[in-house]
């Protein structure tokens, strides 16, 4: 199995049932090892939206790195995510950061996520669940990249991870 890490965000409806419920479809092809909290953010991009709920969850899948996306927009679609504007709101949204320690370049898909680094959306909740790991490309560890937002009010702990079967 590989390791995998990704990103879930929903700034529609229920975010945080939004985001249990991604979990919960994501399996049984995607074995949750462990989720961070759930971090309430600033839209990127489009700024005229609600706030989002975010977080990161460490997993295991047999799927290889086509049918990971594939298992990603699927889900994405069950939920009833609309492909609107870029960086528009939506229902959910599920980024592949990391697929083992690959890197991977294809027209639908790099890999590692190629702005990874520069979201707080997204390192903080890295840095929770695996605050050692060193990320392809990086030369720090993700508890050291995720310190350049100590101070700052990009994003706050919103609730405990999610309690999913």
């Known amino acids: 199995m590989t390791n995998i890490f990704l990103g879930l965000g929903t700034n529609i409806g229920d975010r945080k049932n939004n985001l249990c ?18 971090f309430e953010t600033k839209p990127v991009g489009h700024l005229d939206q609600p706030d989002f709920l975010n977080m990161v969850i460490r997993a295991r899948t047999d799927l290889d ?3 990971l996306l594939e298992k990603a927009k ?9 492909n609107t504007i870029r960086y528009g709101p939506r229902i959910i949204d599920i980024d592949i950061l990391l697929y083992g320690d690959k890197q991977f370049t294809s027209p639908n898909l790099v890999i590692p996520h ?46 405990s991870p999610p309690k999913t079967p």
Do not use: C, N, Y
């Open 74 to 82: 699927l889900v994405e679609a069950q939920l009833g995510r609309e």
């Open 65 to 67: 790195i086509h049918d």
């Open 21 to 38: 419920d991604t979990v919960i479809q994501l399996q049984p092809e995607i074995s949750i090892d462990q989720m961070s909290s759930m």
């Open 114 to 159: 190629p702005r990874m680094l520069e979201r707080a959306f997204v390192m903080i909740p890295l840095a929770e669940i695996a605050p050692l790991l060193i990320i392809p490309g990086a030369s720090k560890p993700a508890a050291e990249i995720a310190r350049a937002w100590d101070g700052t009010d990009e994003v706050h702990w919103h609730h």
